[in-house]
């Protein structure tokens, strides 16, 4: 199956910063999703992006298939950004297996 | 509307119990699915249904078993928790594949 890489594990910043979370993949993909899971556990759907670029206010991924990565970035981070990122896939010969990473766990100190 | 509504939120069960997780949605959507996450890992999923009467497993479907029949119920059945059982289920719906999936809130489940 499709192995899913997210760098970096765990990222800490200070609030007002920048940041970018990096997704890698080893098969084409016909589906791509962020995920921000809160720290009360509530998975949300960011983007769904198998490719381009797409932006929602502060945060904004791109996916690039060709070679096979996605990045995710949030800038001017906030306290409530903090969490785990989550980047997963779905390739064409497995419709409707999504593979997840392990994700990024953010933290956002005030 | 809800979207998905996972029932219990909380569970504990003994070793060798059975049980059913609920899973309901309000959206009308074809897909359905359920993953298990365990602590510091990302969701794996266990059987996911791509309309009323068809499932199909995921990549870690040992020891569950599904049923869809209604597009709105994909209730999960344990037969014989075992320890490696614990964990946080979700599950999700999608309108078709290819498109975003959204989620339930989970079920934390412990066998003790």
């Known amino acids: 199956g499709i192995q899913v890489e997210q760098s970096p594990p765990d990222l800490i910043l200070q609030e007002g910063a920048n940041s970018t979370l990096r997704c890698n993949f080893s098969?084409?993909?016909?589906?791509l999703q962020w995920f921000h899971q809160n720290p009360w556990g509530q998975l949300i759907n960011l983007f769904y992006?198998?490719?381009g670029t797409k932006q929602n206010g502060r945060l904004s991924a791109t996916t690039v298939a060709t070679e096979r990565y996605s990045l995710l970035y949030i800038s001017s981070s906030q306290t409530t950004d903090s969490g785990v990122y989550f980047c997963?896939?779905?390739?064409?010969?497995?419709?409707?297996?999504?593979?997840f990473g392990d994700g990024t766990t953010l933290t956002v100190k005030p | 509307n809800a979207g998905v509504t996972q029932t219990p939120k909380f569970r504990i069960l003994k070793i060798g119990q059975s049980m059913t997780l609920q899973c309901t949605q309000d959206?009308?959507?074809?897909?359905m699915y359920w993953y298990r996450q365990d602590p510091g890992m990302g969701l794996k999923l266990i059987y996911y249904?791509?309309?009323?009467?068809?499932?199909d497993k995921g990549e870690v479907p040992n020891g569950y078993n599904v049923s869809r029949s209604t597009t709105e119920d994909f209730p999960l059945r344990l037969e014989l928790a075992a320890p490696s059982q614990t964990s946080v289920y979700f599950c999700?719906?999608?309108?078709?594949?290819?498109?975003?999936?959204?989620f339930g809130d989970g079920t934390r489940l412990s066998i003790l």
């Open positions: 997963a896939v779905e390739g064409y010969t497995n419709a409707g297996k999504s593979t």
């Open positions: 098969d084409s993909v016909n589906n």
């Open positions: 992006i198998p490719s």
């Open positions: 959206m009308n959507h074809n897909y």
């Open positions: 249904s791509v309309g009323a009467g068809i499932t």
């Open positions: 999700a719906m999608s309108d078709r594949g290819n498109q975003p999936q959204h």
